[in-house]
Every structure is written in C-alpha cells, then in structure tokens.
C-alpha cells in the first residue's frame, strides 16, 4: 500500500483516530509522517527498534529490582550469546531488534520467552478471529476445544462431565451443519 498523502513511498505507519466515536484511518510513509507532526504528536523520533531495545533491557531471569553480583554475571553471560549460524550476538539483537538468521530464535529462545510474556502476556500464539468472518470459525474452534476436554474427562472417568461434554458437541455440531 502506498502512502496517502504523496503517493510514491509505501505506507509504513498505520494510524487510527477516533474522535467522538468515528474512526479515521491513516495510511503514511515514515516522511510524511515526519511533516505531518500533529498527526503522531510525541511520537516523531518513535522507532520500534528502541521500543524493543527498551524492553530487552530488563532483567531476564526476574532476580528482582536489585542487582547483585550473580544477576549482572547472569546479564553478562546473555550478551555473549552468539548465533552460530549468522554470528549475531544478544547484544546487537537488543541494540537492533532484528535477528540475523531464522536460527537465531532458537538460540536467544530462552531470553526471548520473558520478553514474550512482558509483551504479550503468553509465549504461545493463540491468535484472534476477526469479527466479520469468525461465525464458523469461532464454531469450529469451540468443537475442537471441547472435543479435548472430552478426552481429558474420558481419561480421567469422568463420565458424567463427559457426557455433557458430548452432548454439547453434539449440539454444535449440529449447529455447523445447519450453517
């Protein structure tokens, strides 16, 4: 997508306003952005490789707000971390915010949980349904979530919560059908 205010560069800030309850979309290039101040008012020298940079800075292995000896070696210890295949040290990762290779999440994994659940409260990705196209999709993932706690209570011989369990299945299966 191209920017909407000069139309040559792609669009790389997307901006949404609400005011008095209508929204308004912003589709810019970074140079726009940068004339059109009001628009992003604060936010002119905003970068998310410093947004990620910030978040890196933190202590890890939550040793707590003081630092001692073991919790500055422990920091030590994650910026010598190296990316055997590209080379890229934790370091530069967390000066950049960009790895080097698809390799290197691998390797900066165990530090990269902490910033995941900092970030996004969770380290797996659920994912959203978007409210346009979610009926069946919601559906089918209701079936699905509820099929394995019917294997779990089927497991554990809980027969009479798994059988409510079937019986809601069935009932949304029905409801699939009918879709």
């Known amino acids: ?11 790389t800030l997307h901006l ?17 952005a940068k004339e059109k101040g009001d628009v992003i008012s604060g936010f002119n020298n905003f ?21 001692t000896s073991s919790s500055a070696q422990t920091t030590a210890q994650a910026k010598q971390l190296r990316c055997e295949t590209c080379g890229l040290t934790y370091a530069q990762f967390s000066k950049s915010g960009r790895f080097g290779c698809s390799d290197c999440y691998q390797y900066f994994g165990e530090r990269l949980d902490p910033l995941f659940r900092r970030i996004h409260g969770n380290t797996n990705h659920i994912g959203k349904v978007p409210e346009r196209t979610g009926g069946q999709i919601k559906l089918r993932k209701e079936l699905e979530q509820l099929k394995t706690a019917l294997q779990r209570y089927v497991s ?9 369990i079937r019986d809601r299945i069935r009932a949304l299966e029905q409801r699939i059908a009918q879709s």
Not at 1 to 11: D, T
Not at 26 to 31: K, S
Not at 156 to 164: M, Y
């Open 1 to 11: 997508m191209n920017c909407e205010e000069c139309g040559k560069r792609p669009a």
């Open 16 to 32: 949404t306003k609400i005011i008095n309850g209508e929204k308004t979309e912003y589709h810019i290039c970074e140079h726009c």
């Open 47 to 67: 970068s998310i490789h410093n947004l990620l940079s910030g978040l890196l800075n933190f202590d890890p292995m939550g040793k707590g707000n003081g630092h």
């Open 156 to 164: 554990t011989e809980e027969f009479e919560k798994a059988a409510e």
